[in-house]
C-alpha cells in the first residue's frame, strides 16, 4: 500500500464507518464505556492501595527499619543495640529524609479497673514528625514534648477498655535488661485516635529516655524508623545503611511488610483480569460489527477489486474502519475515566461500611488515584488486542473473488 493512497483509503472508511450510524455509535459507546471501566476501576483500586501503602508506613512501619538480628522473632528488650558512630553518621547523610530511634517493648499497661497487653513505645517527640502518624493523631490533650516527658498517649478505644481517661494515671509493667520487671506510674497527657483501631488498641507512647530508665539500658534502642525520599526506591538508602550497621538487621517496607507486597500484586493480577474479561467483550462486538460490515459490503468489494483495486487495499480499509472506531473509543472512555477520577477527587465516602471495611484494611473513605501508567496500559490493550480481532474480518473483505462477489445477492 502506498502513502499516498493512504487519505483516499481513510476518507473511504470513515465515510463507509458512519453508513449505519446507530450500530456505529453503539459500538463507540461500547468501547468508551469498557475503556472507562477499565481506567476508573483501576484509578479506585491503586488510590484504596497507596492509601494502604501510606498508613502502614506512617503506622511506625517507615521505608525501613533497622533492628538486631532477633528482634523480628522476638521483640523482646533483650534484643536491643546501640547506634554505633558510622551508622549514625550515615543516618545524617542523604538520600535519608527523616530518621527516629525507639525503644519498643511488650508490656502491660493497668488502671484502677482494668489491664491489657500492649506495646510500649519509646519515641523522640520531636524525631517522629514526617516519619508517623503520632504527632498528628493526638485530638484530645498535648503531644509529648521530648524525650524525657513524663507523660504517656493513649489510644481512645484503649482509654475505653481500660475505663480511665484524660488526666488519670496508669500503670505500665515490662521486663528491664534484668529480667526483672520494671513498672512506673504514669499520667495520660494525651489520647490519640489510630487507623486501624488495633494501633489505639495495642500501643502506648512514651519519652524514649523515661522508657530508657525505666528499663535500664541507657543509651540503647529496640529499631531506628528510616524515611527516604522515595518509599518506591528505598535501595540506595538501605543499602547505604547496611554498610554502615554492622550485624544489625536492615530491611525495607517490603520485607517488614510482606502482606502488603502481597496485596499489591494481587491488585495488579486483578486488574488484569479485570481488563482482559471487558476487552473479551469488547472483541466480540467489534468482530461482529465488522463482519456484518464486510458482508453488507461484499458486491461493493467485488466491484472494487474488479475495477483494480488491490485485496491488500479493501484489507487496510476494513483494518483503517477498525483503527477509527477503537481511537474514537479510547478518546471519550479516557475523557470520561479522567472526568469521573477528578469528580471524585474529594473521595468516596464509605463510612456506613467502616467496620466491615476496616476488617480488610481499607479506608473508609477511598480517594482514587488516576496512573498514567494505567491507563496506557488499558490504552495499548484495547488498541493492540482490538486491531488483531479486526485482522480476521479485513482478511474475509480482501478474500472475496470479483466475479463472485459482484454477482451475489
Not at 65 to 81: E, K, L, N, S, T
Not at 303 to 312: I, K, N, S
Not at 386 to 400: C, E, H, I, K, T
Request: neutral net charge; proline residues 5%.
Amino acid at each position: 500500500m502506498r502513502l499516498a493512497d493512504l487519505p483516499l483509503l481513510t476518507t473511504l472508511a470513515w465515510r463507509n464507518l458512519w453508513r449505519h450510524t446507530r450500530r456505529t455509535a453503539v459500538m463507540v459507546f461500547a468501547l468508551a464505556l469498557g475503556v472507562w471501566s477499565m481506567v476508573t476501576l483501576a484509578s479506585l483500586v491503586r488510590g484504596s492501595m497507596e492509601q494502604q501503602i501510606t498508613k502502614e508506613i506512617l503506622n511506625l512501619t517507615g521505608h525501613a527499619q533497622i533492628h538486631a538480628r532477633a528482634y523480628p522473632d522476638d521483640p523482646a528488650v533483650a534484643h536491643r543495640f546501640r547506634p554505633a558512630p558510622a551508622l549514625d553518621q550515615a543516618l545524617r547523610q542523604s538520600p535519608i529524609g527523616a530518621w527516629s530511634a525507639r525503644v519498643r517493648v511488650p508490656a502491660v499497661v493497668s488502671s484502677e479497673r482494668e489491664s491489657a497487653g500492649v506495646m510500649l513505645v519509646g519515641i523522640d517527640p520531636a524525631g517522629e514528625r514526617g516519619l508517623s502518624f503520632i504527632p498528628q493523631a493526638v485530638t484530645a490533650g498535648r503531644y509529648l514534648d521530648s524525650p524525657d516527658d513524663p507523660g504517656l498517649l493513649l489510644g481512645r478505644k484503649l482509654a475505653e477498655q481500660l475505663e480511665t481517661a484524660l488526666g488519670r494515671r496508669v500503670v505500665l509493667m515490662s521486663q528491664d535488661a534484668g529480667d526483672q520487671i520494671a513498672d512506673r506510674g504514669f499520667r495520660v497527657v494525651g489520647i490519640f485516635d489510630a487507623d486501624p483501631q488495633a494501633m489505639e488498641t495495642g500501643y502506648v507512647f512514651i519519652g524514649r529516655g523515661i522508657a530508657q530508665r525505666m528499663l535500664k539500658i541507657g543509651a540503647e534502642v529496640s529499631e531506628i524508623a528510616v524515611m527516604t525520599p522515595d518509599r518506591k526506591r528505598p535501595q540506595a538508602a538501605v543499602a547505604g545503611l547496611r554498610a554502615a550497621a554492622g550485624d544489625l538487621d536492615v530491611a525495607p517496607w517490603t520485607e517488614v511488610q510482606p502482606l502488603l507486597v502481597l496485596t499489591e500484586k494481587i491488585n495488579n493480577v486483578v486488574l488484569l483480569i479485570w481488563f482482559a474479561v471487558v476487552f473479551a467483550a469488547m472483541a466480540f462486538g467489534l468482530v461482529n460489527t465488522l463482519l456484518m460490515a464486510v458482508f453488507e459490503r461484499t458486491r461493493e468489494f467485488g466491484l472494487f477489486q474488479a475495477l483494480g483495486m488491490p485485496p491488500r487495499y479493501i484489507l487496510g480499509q476494513v483494518l483503517i474502519e477498525s483503527l477509527m472506531l477503537l481511537v474514537v473509543g479510547l478518546v471519550l472512555g479516557n475523557a470520561a475515566a479522567w472526568a469521573t477520577v477528578a469528580s471524585l477527587k474529594g473521595g468516596i465516602d464509605l463510612s456506613a461500611f467502616a467496620e466491615g471495611l476496616e476488617m480488610v484494611g481499607v479506608s473508609p473513605v477511598i480517594y482514587p488515584a488516576l496512573a498514567g501508567s494505567d491507563m496506557a496500559a488499558a490504552n495499548i490493550i484495547v488498541m493492540t488486542l482490538g486491531v488483531l480481532a479486526s485482522l480476521y474480518p479485513a482478511w474475509r473483505a480482501s478474500r472475496y473473488v470479483p466475479v463472485e462477489a459482484i454477482t451475489r445477492v
